[in-house]
């Protein structure tokens, strides 16, 4: 009887009655063969395989303007720096992106943007009064006043520095001040000799008071620089909570639009079913 099965039997099955562990291996083979290609197919949607599209060239544009064509173009965005103002460039305008524009990518890519400061960064003027002129004009220089400029009137006082104006206007030491605006240091010729001195300071004396008011100096700009780069740093937070808000805003408006569109979609698959 049991021969009589067994001629029964095709021969495939009398083969995986004699090699079974052949068989299951091939087939844990073929389910992973399978399993891999679902994994690829998922893959490629979340994804976007082969979806590219072209970068669009925003630089030199308002930084509304951009955002506007990239919104439009399907591509996500996002303000890489916009604290450093460049003079040749409008504020807030785009000054470089990555990727760059015209190169191909997929649409879950992210286009980063430099955007140019609002404003010039603003320091307030140190202490330069009785300062040599020289040093003065190198402290405001590494300070990052970019316009400074000397000229002498006459004076005892030869070198000094008398008098310190901003775009043509006295100024007083900690007055904020622009790092573009125009400004004039003011020292005296030496061409004036006092006849008659009430006080008569010999040059150890005088080395003494310029060290002790270039330390004044010093301190003050080391303190304005600190303040500054506080304000900056703050800025960046704001601006950077600022966009976060916004991009969160913008994913809930589309994550509502496509809600709307899914029960539109479901109201005319009802109405359909119905007629």
């Not at 970068?55 to 930084?63: E, K, Y």
């Not at 300062?131 to 990052?144: F, V």
């Not at 904020?176 to 010999?202: F, H, Q, W």
Request: no cysteine; charged share 30%.
């Amino acid at each position: 009887m049991g021969k009589n099965n067994n001629n029964n039997k095709s021969g495939f099955d009398r083969f995986r009655d004699r090699h079974p562990i052949l068989i299951n291996s091939a087939l844990m083979a073929l389910a992973i063969a399978a399993l891999g290609y679902i994994a690829l197919l998922f893959i490629d949607v979340f994804t976007s395989h082969g979806q590219q599209v072209q970068v669009p060239d925003v630089r030199n544009m308002p930084l509304e303007k951009a955002i506007e064509i990239l919104d439009d173009a399907g591509l996500r965005w996002e303000i890489s720096d916009s604290t450093t103002f460049y003079e040749n460039y409008k504020p807030g305008t785009v000054i470089d992106q990555d990727p760059k524009a015209k190169s191909y990518i997929k649409k879950i890519r992210i286009i980063y943007l430099s955007v140019n400061a609002m404003h010039a960064p603003i320091i307030q003027i140190p202490k330069l009064i009785e300062l040599p002129g020289r040093q003065g004009m190198a402290m405001l220089k590494a300070m990052g006043y970019k316009y400074v400029t000397m000229d002498s009137i006459e004076s005892q006082f030869a070198g000094m520095i008398l008098e310190v104006t901003v775009d043509g206007h006295k100024v007083a030491p900690g007055t904020p001040v622009s790092v573009n605006s125009k400004i004039k240091i003011t020292v005296g010729d030496g061409s004036i000799v006092d006849l008659n001195p009430e006080i008569v300071l010999d040059q150890e004396t005088m080395d003494s008071i310029d060290e002790a008011n270039y330390q004044d100096a010093q301190e003050t700009y080391e303190q304005e620089l600190k303040a500054a780069q506080e304000r900056k740093e703050q800025e960046r937070k704001e601006q950077a909570e600022k966009d976060k808000k916004e991009q969160q805003n913008k994913n809930q408006s589309q994550k509502s639009d496509k809600d709307k569109k899914k029960e539109q979609d479901k109201k005319s698959s009802d109405k359909d079913k119905k007629n």
